[in-house]
């Protein structure tokens, strides 16, 4: 698991993971494997974009104007209008006209609607954003060195989760023609499958 991961993760636990599933309309458990799932996607989907220097200028741009990190100092109280961090937007930037193919993607295999999936990544991406952003201070990163971390991130995750990343990259590059989205679809199942 990557650390941006983890480091959300220990943050959910209790009353605020119990927030998210009410917010979305699952039990804890589906809410928690969704999250954990949803959450390394959105690191490889800003590995992907950060992989171009433009797409890493203007990540560290909206890092450092953003997202300092101290959304994470207060998950409970971002829970209680989660709107406002406008994680429509960053979904938005991060997987682009993929968000659909992704929804759809994660909803046949979770059992959850896919406006479920949407709500739940709406959530999770300005959290994932924090801990970046935080990661981003902490380390000084410059551009190069945030593209070079969130490869190092990416690469974590997939030594953890091989069939998940891969299910997870191979979404992130489906061409939209939904020939192998089953195939795929049926290893992230296996997460889910596991818990």
Do not use: C, R, W, Y
């Given at each position: 698991m990557d650390v941006l991961t983890q480091t959300i993760m220990q943050q959910l636990s209790g009353k605020v993971l119990s927030g998210i599933a009410k917010k979305v309309g699952v039990d804890e458990q589906t809410a928690s494997t969704a999250l954990a799932i949803g959450m390394p996607l959105l690191v490889a989907a800003l590995a992907k974009n950060a992989s171009k220097p433009e797409g890493a200028q203007a990540l560290h741009k909206a890092l450092a104007n953003d997202h300092d990190g101290s959304i994470l100092n207060d998950v409970a109280g971002y829970l209680k209008d989660p709107q406002a961090a406008n994680g429509a937007g960053?979904?938005?930037?991060?997987?682009?006209?993929?968000?659909?193919?992704?929804?759809?993607?994660?909803?046949?295999?979770?059992?959850?609607?896919?406006?479920?999936?949407?709500?739940?990544?709406?959530?999770?991406?300005?959290?994932?954003?924090?801990?970046?952003?935080?990661?981003?201070?902490?380390?000084?990163?410059?551009?190069?060195?945030?593209?070079?971390?969130?490869?190092?991130?990416?690469?974590?995750?997939?030594?953890?989760?091989?069939?998940?990343?891969?299910a997870i990259n191979t979404l992130l590059d489906a061409n939209h023609d939904g020939s192998s989205l089953d195939d795929i679809l049926g290893m992230a199942g296996k997460l889910f499958g596991n818990k």
């Open positions: 960053i979904l938005g930037h991060v997987l682009g006209n993929q968000q659909s193919v992704v929804a759809q993607g994660l909803a046949q295999n979770t059992g959850l609607q896919s406006d479920q999936v949407g709500q739940l990544l709406q959530i999770a991406a300005p959290l994932v954003m924090g801990a970046l952003g935080s990661q981003q201070q902490q380390q000084g990163l410059d551009t190069k060195g945030l593209s070079s971390f969130l490869g190092s991130q990416q690469q974590q995750a997939q030594q953890s989760q091989p069939d998940v990343m891969g």
